[in-house]
């Protein structure tokens, strides 16, 4: 025996033999802190027994667990066993400042300001070949063959790299019979979506009264697995308060330690049946605004006699980010769901369509960002191809969300002179800068970009704004003055320098004038009627550069 100190309290623990790969035995109320530290180096197999689900079991934490909670209470809370037990690894993490309490496979962890030590945990299967485990007498050839089957992890699709939350209906007004019909068509979703360890990943929580987090993003990474835990969902009744089930999903779901991964799109697909019981849109905005796509799926329209008691007739348009039907999802009932599946899925895996976020752990590119557009108005461009390089411009600032608190869009016109068409903060709308946009008179003149340059850093972005700034130069030929130095002085100044040159532009200006790295930042056309097809690859570089610098 030998006395060890771990987390501050002293424990006796027996030593085991260095060679031994046999999993230690625990009991339901084992914590990390009774363990030997010195043994976890690495990770230690562990042996939860069955039915720790019907003991009342302190754990603390999501994920990354407390040194103080219990090791199998953990390993249920984290599907790593389930509750005829099983064998898990252990291994040690240092101490945080706050764990996360969450309320997932019927137990409930607390949350805990801080702790010296913590621990993670992942479930084991038998990996020995088949063969060594089958009765001597048993012809060897095919249990190699199993071996090799049960080894087989799926990768999942590649083209769907999405962190996907779930939000499903376990209200009353759903009914079991229609619960089932939910569960299945669910399961149907994720078998559709390729859930995989490089494809999607998806968390599941249930709306109630309370929200109910089933399982996190990190839990189920085979597609049968995930499945089975979703037919394995109870209905739990209640209200439909979808509103605070939104709100604990973006909170507690899209978090490293819930397994979301950097750089990856978070979506959340919430379905509806009927109309919620609270209010969704202040819990969608504030998800949105956390860099979370919201998805709305409804099923069944009320009657004319029920339409008096729905408190907001409209509450799927305001829950979803564009009202543009791309969002929103409508099915008539749960009976005959199998061909929404694939329409869907397809939507939830376009990262092309969603405009609500590309950021992953904070503010969205296209709701957080100070757009300024330095337009070459001089006289080799024309009034024509002025107004085409307008419509380029003007498609470019359709793609964010505009508003008093969301993406802010500025513009400088320059021949020899400079003219502030209209500042970052002039207009709080898409509409109202689209329209300004297309009003902008034609100057006619020389072409001093560098100057330009100068007066948009100093008149168009300030270093107080909120967001960070990007700087779109358009002009179509060779500026009379040096570009190097005010270009420089913009990207000190914190401003990401892009340039697209039509026609004429010389390629060392817009290398020039671009932010590192060069190939990324400058775009050229041709022809004037050729600048539609840069519009989506300008907004992606934004995007990418908004994500890298947050």
Not at 216 to 243: D, R, V
Not at 369 to 387: A, C, E, H, K, T
């Amino acid at each position: 025996m030998s006395a060890l100190l771990f987390s501050g309290v002293l424990f006796l623990v027996s030593w085991r033999s260095c060679e031994s790969s046999a999993a230690r035995a625990l009991t339901c109320g084992t914590r990390a802190a009774d363990l030997d530290p010195t043994a976890m180096v690495g990770g230690i197999p562990l042996r939860c027994p069955p039915h720790c689900a019907q003991r009342r079991l302190s754990v603390f934490g999501t994920t990354v667990y407390a040194a103080v909670s219990s090791i199998c209470g953990a390993a249920l809370h984290s599907s790593a066993v389930g509750h005829t037990g099983g064998e898990v690894l252990l291994s040690r993490l240092p101490g945080q400042q706050h764990y996360v309490g969450t309320l997932a496979n019927g137990v409930q962890s607390q949350a805990l300001s801080r702790w010296s030590a913590s621990f993670t945990l992942q479930g084991l299967q038998d990996q020995r070949p088949q063969e060594l485990i089958r009765d001597s007498g048993t012809n060897s050839r095919p249990a190699k063959k199993a071996a090799k089957k049960m080894s087989v992890k799926k990768v999942g699709n590649k083209d769907c790299q999405m962190d996907i939350g779930l939000v499903i209906d376990s209200s009353s007004n759903l009914g079991q019979r229609r619960f089932n019909l939910q569960k299945n068509f669910v399961a149907k979703l994720v078998a559709m979506l390729k859930v995989g360890v490089d494809g999607p990943h998806v968390g599941l929580v249930q709306a109630s009264d309370l929200p109910r987090t089933e399982f996190l993003l990190s839990n189920y990474t085979q597609p049968k697995e995930l499945q089975f835990a979703i037919k394995a969902l109870a209905h739990l009744g209640g209200n439909t308060n979808t509103g605070k089930a939104i709100t604990h999903t973006a909170e507690m779901l899209f978090t490293q330690r819930s397994g979301a991964r950097r750089g990856r799109p978070r979506v959340m697909l919430v379905l509806i049946d009927g109309w919620p019981s609270d209010e969704l849109q202040p819990a969608a905005t504030a998800a949105r605004h956390a860099g979370i796509n919201v998805f709305l799926a409804t099923v069944t329209q009320p009657t004319a006699d029920e339409l008096p008691t729905v408190p907001d007739r409209d509450f799927a348009k305001k829950a979803v980010c564009k009202d543009n039907g791309f969002f929103s999802y409508q099915m008539s009932s749960w009976f005959g769901t199998t061909k929404h599946v694939k329409p869907l899925a397809q939507r939830l895996c376009s990262p092309d369509g969603l405009l609500c976020s590309m950021r992953f752990d904070g503010r969205t590119c296209y709701n957080s960002v100070n757009v300024g557009f330095l337009i070459d108005g001089s006289s080799s461009v024309g009034d024509p191809n002025f107004r085409t390089l307008l419509d380029f411009l003007a498609a470019i600032a359709t793609k964010f969300d505009i508003s008093d608190m969301g993406a802010r869009v500025g513009a400088v016109q320059f021949t020899y002179d400079q003219r502030l068409e209209f500042g970052l903060r002039e207009h709080d709308s898409k509409d109202g800068v689209l329209g300004a946009l297309r009003a902008i008179p034609y100057m006619s003149g020389g072409t001093a970009t560098g100057s330009a340059i100068t007066f948009a850093a100093q008149n168009l972005f300030r270093p107080t704004a909120v967001g960070r700034n990007f700087l779109i130069v358009v002009t179509d030929g060779q500026s009379y003055d040096s570009v190097d130095g005010p270009a420089l002085a913009a990207q000190n100044q914190g401003i990401s320098m892009f340039s697209v040159g039509v026609a004429w532009a010389p390629m060392d200006d817009l290398r020039a004038m671009a932010s590192e790295p060069k190939d990324e930042h400058v775009f050229f056309s041709q022809h004037f009627d050729g600048l539609e097809e840069l519009v989506d690859n300008v907004v992606r570089v934004i995007c990418h550069d908004f994500d890298v610098n947050n």
